[in-house]
């Protein structure tokens, strides 16, 4: 029904987060081990229009004018790749703020276009930018997010505090520690001397909770993160527990339900609080997808994840 409109998923960051999906496939200027998304299959740091922002508004304005949609506590640009990539991203900010002034707008990104002029000004209008910084060491850069050939952290975190510098809204920054690799003594003593100059309104130190694209999830050990929680000490590092329960709202499509999953993986109970769906009729439409051969599930941890084949994982 929606190729670039999907959710809302919960967020643990944001709630109930209707996603927009920018790029209509998985372009994007990183490919990390640890992606929801899958594989990138196009990696690069150009800007071109990949998705047509008029079909994607359409799409917006007709998702509204369903009439059972769950309200959602953010409208977050994102999707299976770099948003900032898709050079029509000024424009859709823009229009996006006249079909939903009620609702704050979102944009996740991994902050490698932040230093383009451009791109800064196009984020302007924006209520909340959650950039991500994994890490400040290059080494750790090209093990955990393998970013286009020449791109080096230290002009990231430059573009990024330009763009902070400037912005008016709200910046959550993330930093995803994956054990062995960036919850390192040198990257939480770079951040933290980073984050003093930064000041961003909220650090989330968050892991992975779901299969990555390359790799199963490796947690840091708890009194590693209790390190880095304490270490960082400016703004907190609090995560925000999830919106509150939403009713079911009826009967949703086969389709809405593969769209959100093929964005990222989620348990029943995850699918079934973001799109307010009764979780028994949720299940059936699962068993079914999945006897279909639409929709696999993954064991992680006890939990059991539902994704689109589409994946491709
Ligand atoms: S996690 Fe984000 S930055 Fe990394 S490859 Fe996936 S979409 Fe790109």
Redesign the pocket.
Known sequence: MFDYIFGPVLSSRLGRSLGVDLLGGRI?S???L????GP?SLKTMHRAVYADPDKILEELEAWFLQQDCPEPEHITLGG???PCLNLGLGRIVQKIKRIAPHIPLAVLT?SSLLADDQVQEELMSVDVVLP?LDTLVQQEVLRL?RPCKGLHVRDVAQGLTRFCRKFPGKIYLEVLLVAGINDTSENLERINAFLKDLRPDRVDITVMTRPGAHMQPAVPAEHVLNRWRTFLKGPRADIPGPGGPVSATGPVSPDTVLDSLRRRPQTLQQLCLGLGLDPAEAAVLLDRLEARKMVRTIRDREQKFYTSIRNGK
């Open positions: 994007c990183f490919d990390c640890y992606c929801e998304s990138t299976e790749g770099e991994n991500s997010n």
